[in-house]
Nanobody
Framework: QVQLVESGGGSVQAGGSLRLSCAAS????????VGWFRQAPGKEREGVAR????????YYGASVKGRFTISRDSAKNTVYLQMNSLKSEDTALYYC??????????????????WGQGTQVTVSS
């Protein structure tokens, strides 16, 4: 069964850090673009970060640039999101999604067609 599983979410105080993991099972995400997204209650889903299939090209949403870092480990078939200097507005359900391409399309693209179930991040001020 093809699936992505997110982990690493939790509750943290403002200014703290968390590292999210997106592990693939049943198939490989190596060589595929992977993005991190988030959705807060009452808000639209927002693209947070994405990384190309070769791990060379990354892109960050304006609200997280300079605070979050996306990376991947091909040996573990996993993509990470390191989140530092967390703010209360980072509170959301975080999802990872993979494409079938090595390059990364815009966050709005339907090419992100394999999704995980999400992991909750709560930041208290």
């Amino acid at each position: 069964q093809v699936q992505l599983v997110e982990s690493g979410g939790g509750s943290v105080q403002a200014g703290g850090s968390l590292r999210l993991s997106c592990a693939a099972s049943g198939y490989t995400i190596n060589g595929r673009c992977v993005g991190w997204f988030r959705q807060a209650p009452g808000k639209e889903r927002e693209g947070v970060a994405r990384i190309s299939g070769n791990g060379i090209t990354t892109y960050y949403g304006a609200s997280v640039k300079g605070r979050f870092t996306i990376s991947r480990d091909s040996a573990k078939n996993t993509v990470y999101l390191q989140m530092n200097s967390l703010k209360s507005e980072d509170t959301a359900l975080y999802y990872c999604a993979a494409t079938t391409t090595w390059f990364c399309p815009a966050f709005e693209s339907p090419e992100y067609n394999t999704w995980g179930q999400g992991t909750q991040v709560t930041v208290s001020s």
